[in-house]
T-cell receptor
Framework: GDSVTQMEGPVTLSEEAFLTINCTYTATGYPSLFWYVQYPGEGLQLLLKATKADDKGSNKGFEATYRKETTSFHLEKGSVQVSDSAVYFCALTTGANSKLTFGKGITLSVRP | SAVISQKPSRDICQRGTSLTIQCQVDSQVTMMFWYRQQPGQSLTLIATANQGSEATYESGFVIDKFPISRPNLTFSTLTVSNLSPEDSSIYLC????????????FGPGTRLTVL
């Protein structure tokens, strides 16, 4: 079955540091890939997505590139802010049924 | 994007009772889903709520424990029955709108604590 593997957390960074959160996947067919973010006390929000190989999703300074050859969708940001502190989930869906498979999530804490 | 509300936002229940969670969307949506997020864990899909027919449950989830209704294209309920402390979780509904089959929007969640 489909699966998503995220790097182990939590991650603690200083403000303005570079961020990389690794995500790899296994899937049948050609999945669409997503990063969702959950800020403290809030619901899940779509951060960015990519629907085919070599697509780059971007939003709020975050980027992730759909790498079919390495089955990866790593999340990056050049300079993190305290407000980026949240839990980040990598996810995928295949086919028209739209069911999402999530990774375990990783908690990011950014200190001033 | 669709605006999704859930009621209640949180509740504390006694074991053996049931809780019904409502999910309301401000526009008609193609698909609705219910997820569970156990403490410190990721999200797990419980079922797909089908309009006018029985929900489609994922492995490990059964209708007797998680009955779901979806009477129209904007509303669904999830009941968590015969509660036990292991049911303490956040329950979220999500929707797919129109032809954006590869994008889901989530409600704010319902935080359930079972004593």
């Amino acid at each position: 079955g489909d699966s998503v593997t995220q790097m182990e957390g939590p991650v603690t960074l200083s403000e303005e540091a570079f961020l990389t959160i690794n995500c790899t996947y296994t899937a049948t067919g050609y999945p669409s890939l997503f990063w969702y973010v959950q800020y403290p006390g809030e619901g899940l929000q779509l951060l960015l997505k990519a629907t085919k190989a070599d697509d780059k999703g971007s939003n709020k300074g975050f980027e992730a590139t759909y790498r079919k050859e390495t089955t990866s969708f790593h999340l990056e940001k050049g300079s993190v802010q305290v407000s980026d502190s949240a839990v980040y989930f990598c996810a995928l869906t295949t086919g028209a049924n739209s069911k999402l498979t999530f990774g375990k999530g990783i908690t990011l804490s950014v200190r001033p | 994007s669709a605006v999704i509300s859930q009621k209640p936002s949180r509740d504390i229940c006694q074991r053996g009772t049931s809780l019904t969670i409502q999910c309301q969307v401000d526009s008609q949506v193609t698909m609705m889903f219910w997820y569970r997020q156990q403490p410190g864990q990721s999200l797990t899909l419980i079922a797909t709520a089908n309009q006018g027919s029985e929900a489609t449950y994922e492995s490990g989830f059964v209708i007797d424990k998680f009955p779901i209704s979806r009477p129209n294209l904007t509303f669904s309920t999830l009941t968590v029955s015969n509660l036990s402390p292991e049911d303490s979780s956040i329950y979220l509904c999500s929707v797919v709108q129109g032809s954006t089959y590869n994008e889901q929007f989530f409600g704010p969640g319902t935080r359930l604590t079972v004593l």
